[in-house]
Structure formats: C-alpha cells, structure tokens
Nanobody, 123 residues
Framework: QVQLVESGGGLVQAGGSLRLSCAVS????????MGWFRQAPGKDREFVAG????????YYADFVKGRFTISKDDAKNTFYLQMNSLEPEDTAVYYC????????????????WGQGTQVTVSS
C-alpha cells in the first residue's frame, strides 16, 4: 500500500519561499505520476503541479506563473514543491497524491492522498 506524507508547511510573509516535501513509501508503478494540490477554506481542491515518477517531466497549473517548481529525489523516494514569491492567495492546505493519468489535473484521478500541510502567507 502506498503512503504519502507531506511536510514543510508553515507561516511565511508575502514574497517569501517554502519548500514542501512528500515522502513516498510502498510500491509505485513506473508509469505513475505524482502531484501537488491545495485547498483553501470554502474552496474546492485544486491542482498545483505534477511530475512523472520515472523521468521527471513536470506540468503546472496556470496560476503558478513560474513561481513554483516540482522536483523529486529518487534516492529518497521524495518529491518536492519549491514555492517562491508566495502571495496571500497561496494560503491553503497542500496535499500530495499520485495518479496513473499523466497530465491530469482532476482530483478524482488521484489517490493515496497525504494528510496535508498548512501553508499560510501573511500580507
């Protein structure tokens, strides 16, 4: 069974940076992709970024605008979300997950969700 555990959230001022981590345990199919989502209070969960588990190709939500970078460390079985130039609108609980559907942005295509990590950006 695959388990995903997020870490790295916190409180940061607008313009600051955070790096989120998602530690992966269990067997991951080489064809899988991993993703980051976020959910703000009262809003739907939305896609942020995705990456192929093997190969590392990435794709992003439009609102990222070059501020966020998804990456992975095969040796550590961990993938990351580097977030720069954070804005108050980025405040949300961030979740990591996996999918068999490369390129998907739909939460319904993802499974094995982590517990989430809170990111709060103050103005």
């Amino acid at each position: 069974q695959v388990q995903l555990v997020e870490s790295g959230g916190g409180l940061v001022q607008a313009g600051g940076s955070l790096r989120l981590s998602c530690a992966v345990s269990g067997r991951i199919l080489s064809s899988s992709s991993m993703g980051w989502f976020r959910q703000a209070p009262g809003k739907d969960r939305e896609f942020v970024a995705g990456i192929r588990w093997r190969g590392g190709s990435a794709y992003y939500a439009d609102f990222v605008k070059g501020r966020f970078t998804i990456s992975k460390d095969d040796a550590k079985n961990t993938f990351y979300l580097q977030m720069n130039s954070l804005e108050p609108e980025d405040t949300a609980v961030y979740y990591c997950s996996k999918t068999a559907n490369w390129g998907s942005r739909s939460p319904g295509d993802f499974n094995s969700w982590g517990q989430g990590t809170q990111v709060t950006v103050s103005s």
